[in-house]
């Protein structure tokens, strides 16, 4: 865990945070509103691989992007992290202050495993209570300049040509046709009008129900009307589609059509495609392996047993009966036979010694003779050392041993030592025979391919093998200095914080430029490669 908290440092400068997920005003009622602000995030590394495991979040609200103090803040401890994501609910711990959800806009800020605060801070925005709030200012989502006045509404029923009840009246009391009551009355029964008892009596013999009898049997059962619906769901803290719709975007939440665009878009199959691919299942399996005459245990022990081989006890009677000897026996036919013991085996060899004096004396010579042919190839090889000193000279003094057996372990130590030291002991280990074996420098690997200077049984090791190497190049900003640019500074051996540089040898490269067709060897220097890389360095002589 202590390399991953290390790692963990890092994280900050790639945090995601999805948005905010609701937001409750401290001045509403605890049965009301929620107390907390639910908050998910994503955190990856520095390399964008979402991170697993715990981690310690402290968490800051500030009055401004840029303010020096926070106006809230509160630290959780072992917060779960799977593939990246997490989720809390601020607020848990330490209750947000009132002067949080004042109407102004506020900024957060977050610190990962103590390291400094993510920049830039983030804006909290509205969230589904605070727009439920906004909607005060409108009925139904329609401002007030959408309804109908009184006077409005005259206004349109004049222009439609109704006319008001006062004006119905003295149309039949003094109108120019002379309709007094008598004549209404007359029209009426004439047209077969019926009277508000004939009414009455009609709809009582129907089984109608008035209004009363109505209401009498909708309380009866139990039935809400539009404004007891709506407080009730009011009162349950039930949404409507415009504030689930909002919730669900908010969240992040994603529609069918969406998740199908994301499962194609990553390439995930479907049982059909898998059918395709001719995956067998465990019964065509089985088939096969019938059909290829595989045997099973027991098919196995039938077998062997119908062989006629024998088991351990079968065995040891087989051996009793056939007269085998047990230690006791041997012994005593050894004893009977006339087999000498140690002792006599001693004296056997004494009385031989001056024999084997006589044959060492001859071994002797024999070793004097080599030791003059030794001589004689110790003189080839110095002879030999100085065609390679006189070739050193010819090439700037740089010979290519080839590459080390042992490879960088992310602090790049080796033999007790680390950095540069341990590259050189790398290469020691690597070819003991030769003193002057020590870590390639950039330049000394090129003057050893221009001039061809290494051994051609090395090539194949070396042959588009990345390698580390030393080289001043500088990455800029907080890393503009040597320590930080090279993964062999003893600074930084623990291999968390710099970058260094690679080296690849093509010694059948081709050029794929205009010319094209042109092939030689190639020397290939890349920087920014992160520390943690194992690889192997390249010796010179």
Known sequence: MRDKDRNMRTWCTSLLVAALAAWAPLTASAQELPQMLPYNGFLADTNG??????????????ETSDAANPIWQEALADVPVDAGYFRVDLGRVVPLAADVAAGRTRYLGISVNGDAEATPRQAIGAVPYALMAADSAALGGQPAGAYV???????????????????????????????????????????????????????????????????????????LSEAAVTALIDGRGYLSEAAITALIDGRGYLSEAAIEALIDGRGYLTAAALDARGYQDAAAVDARIDGRGYLNQAAIEALIGGAGYLDEA???????????????????????????????????????????????????????????????????????????????????????????????????????????????AMCQAAYPNDP??????????????????????????????????????????????????????????????????????????????????????????????????????????
Do not use: K
């Not at 691989?49 to 500030?62: A, C, E, H, K, S």
């Not at 012994?331 to 009977?336: C, E, H, Q, S």
């Not at 084997?356 to 050392?385: E, F, H, P, Y």
């Not at 600074?491 to 092939?519: E, I, K, M, P, W």
């Open 314 to 424: 079968a065995v040891n009677a087989l051996i009793a009966g056939a007269g085998y000897l047990d230690a006791d026996a041997i012994n005593a036919l050894i004893d009977g036979r006339g087999y000498i013991t140690n002792a006599a085996a001693q004296a056997l060899v004494i009385a031989a010694g001056a024999q084997a004096s006589a044959q060492l004396a001859q071994v002797q010579a024999q070793v004097n003779g080599l030791n003059d042919t030794v001589a004689n190839l110790t003189a080839t090889v110095a002879a030999l050392q100085a065609s390679v000193a006189a070739l050193q000279a010819n090439t700037g003094g740089a010979y290519l041993l080839g590459r080390s057996q042992q490879t960088s372990n992310g602090r790049f130590s080796f033999g007790g030592v680390a950095g540069v030291q341990a590259a050189t």
């Open 149 to 223: 006045s009184v006077d409005r509404l005259n206004q349109e029923l004049a222009g439609r040509g109704f006319i008001t009840r006062e004006e119905v009246v003295q149309l039949v009391d003094g109108g120019q046709a002379g309709i007094d009551e008598d004549a209404v009355n007359a029209l009426i029964d004439a047209r077969g009008y019926l009277s508000q008892a004939a009414i009455d009596a009609l709809i009582d013999g129907r089984g109608y129900l008035d209004q009363a009898a109505i209401d009498a049997l909708i309380d009866g059962r139990g039935y």
């Open 436 to 541: 002057t074996a020590h870590f390639c420098s950039v330049t000394e690997v090129q003057q050893a391919v221009t001039a061809s200077a290494y051994d051609a049984n090395s090539v194949a090791a070396m042959d588009n093998v990345a390698t580390w190497t030393t080289a001043p190049v500088a990455r800029g900003g907080s890393f503009n200095g040597s320590d930080a640019n090279t993964c062999l500074s003893l600074r930084y051996n623990s291999a968390d914080a710099a970058r260094g540089t690679r080296l690849t040898l093509d010694f059948n490269h081709q050029s794929a430029g205009n010319g094209g067709g042109v092939v030689g060897t190639m020397v290939n220097v890349q920087s920014d490669v992160a520390c943690g890389t194992n690889m192997p360095v390249l010796c010179c002589r």
């Open 49 to 62: 691989q979402p991170v697993d495991g715990t981690i310690n979040l402290t968490v800051r609200i500030y």
